[in-house]
């Protein structure tokens, strides 16, 4: 009964361990990219800024690295702003998308990036039925 208690005792001490060796990791890993040099800052600004919709990419394709650099850069304590990163976001889309963004662009007082990414989502659900209905409109009722 004793040897049973003893490896329970162990087997949640080993258990704890992990735990602490996971969590002194995950903070070490975020420091170190807390303290990264000028030259990565930059380099991050930079994929931000120059970060383009490739034309055979999905949305969420596009908005997954964009999310990641932002995600990266507050990582080193560089922040974007909410409407800087909506206006990064709206600039790397195609060509295509440009009367999406003069659309969602106009007349508004305030946009948020959620907005934009609820936008660009219901987009591309839209252009995913049309393509699925021949592009003709079939099967869309009018209001």
Do not use: W
């Amino acid at each position: 009964m004793r040897e049973a208690a003893r490896e329970l005792v162990t087997s949640g001490e080993e258990d704890s361990d992990v735990e602490a060796l996971n969590v002194i990791q995950l903070s070490l890993s975020n420091k170190v990219i807390r303290e990264k040099s000028l030259t990565s800052r930059l380099y991050l600004k930079q994929r931000l800024s120059q970060l383009k919709m490739s034309p055979r990419t999905s949305v969420g394709d596009h908005v997954n690295p964009f999310n990641q650099i932002v995600v990266d850069l507050a990582n080193t304590e560089v922040k974007i702003e909410d409407d800087d990163q909506t206006l990064l976001l709206l600039c790397s889309l195609l060509e295509a998308y440009e009367s999406f963004v003069d659309t969602i662009l106009y007349g508004r007082i305030s946009i948020t990036l959620e907005d934009v990414k609820a936008s660009l989502n219901s987009k591309e659900l839209q252009k995913k039925v049309m393509e699925h209905h021949g592009g003709n409109g079939e099967g869309m009722s009018r209001g």
